[in-house]
């Protein structure tokens, strides 16, 4: 697989698998049934008192900050469907996320799907695929996509990601494929990788980048049309002060994950309760209210664009954007 990527490119590989999305949902792989119990926490059955709860971690790279109440309802919605507690945290780093999902302390995540590469090829993978979001929005064709848009200030003179030269760009996490990971590789892409830019600032959050930019604090960052999508809907923040220089993409969307380490039974029901949302109304109902249209199964190969960017990074030698 690695040789394949190498040899076809970044975006001839991301052109085929936008096509293959487009004819079909992706199929999520078998998982290994030889996971430990965990007493109590069955598909349908009723909660169990003693039983500890479930623990999920969800990063900023899936949703507006100004929306988590609204996954959390969605988590909530899992949890009822199936007799057990969720206990829901966010604003964490994304390091800070996988750390938690590699030693057990979280069993589920609605994560970047760079930190989820990262964790499934471990030499003992530490996160298996739930499924990924579908949108409403025409701009995503009924796909589970999204794009990496550059954003600068409405009123900036910067026509083209060349008009940035000696500018001062602005990013939410190292980890971030948004905000990092993709933007990185279009800049080795172009002969930019080493010096474009004349300052870069870490933000931590994709809704404090489109602040920046808006306030002129920093005059670019690559953002995740997500959150740019739903801030703009809602008339949040300051996204309505921000346009959109260029897009890399499409993209697979972010995923849901969960721990290897949760019995397989268990994880085979959040799964169908997560992909039969849209067939009831309560779920529906909010699904609605996240613009999310359904979520669909993903397999692992989806994400190997994510991986040939890193990979494209390393033979170049670029660790960092500098």
């Not at 550059?150 to 990013?171: A, I, K, Q």
């Not at 849209?278 to 613009?291: C, S, V």
Request: with cysteine.
């Amino acid at each position: 697989m690695r040789a394949y990527l190498k040899s076809l490119g970044v975006w001839g590989f991301l052109g085929a698998l936008v096509g293959a999305t487009a004819i079909g949902v992706f199929l999520i792989e078998p998982t290994d049934a030889r996971t430990p119990e965990r007493p109590g926490l069955v598909a349908g059955a009723a909660p169990v008192k003693d039983a500890r709860p479930m623990r999920m971690v969800m990063s900023g790279a899936f949703v507006s900050e100004s929306g988590v109440n609204l996954y959390e309802e969605i988590v909530q919605y899992l949890a009822r469907k199936n007799g057990i507690t969720i206990e829901v945290t966010t604003g964490l780093a994304y390091s800070t996320i996988n750390s938690m999902l590699q030693t057990g302390a979280v069993e589920l995540g609605f994560i970047c799907g760079f930190p989820y590469t990262m964790l499934r090829d471990e030499p003992t993978p530490r996160a298996e695929l739930v499924g990924a979001p579908i949108m409403t929005y025409p701009r995503y064709g009924g796909r589970p996509v999204y794009f990496a848009d550059l954003v600068v200030r409405n009123e900036s003179p910067y026509h083209s990601l060349d008009d940035l030269r000696g500018r001062t760009l602005v990013y939410n996490d190292e980890r971030s494929h948004t905000g990092y990971n993709a933007p990185r590789h279009r800049l080795i892409e172009r002969g930019f990788a080493s010096g474009f830019f004349s300052k870069i600032v870490r933000s931590g959050s994709h809704e404090e980048s489109i602040r920046m930019v808006a306030t002129g604090e920093a005059d670019a960052s690559w953002v995740d049309s997500l959150v740019l999508d739903y801030d703009r809907e809602k008339r949040i923040g300051r996204a309505g002060e921000v346009r959109v220089l260029e897009s890399l993409g499409p993209m697979t969307v972010s995923p849901v994950v969960v721990s290897p380490d949760l019995p397989a039974e268990l994880r085979a029901a959040l799964q169908r309760t997560l992909l039969g949302m849209h067939q009831e109304p309560e779920g529906k109902r909010l699904l609605d209210a996240a613009f999310i249209a359904r979520f669909v199964k993903v397999e692992d190969a989806a994400y190997d664009d994510h991986r040939l960017m890193k990979i494209t990074a390393e033979k170049a030698g670029i660790a960092a954007i500098r």
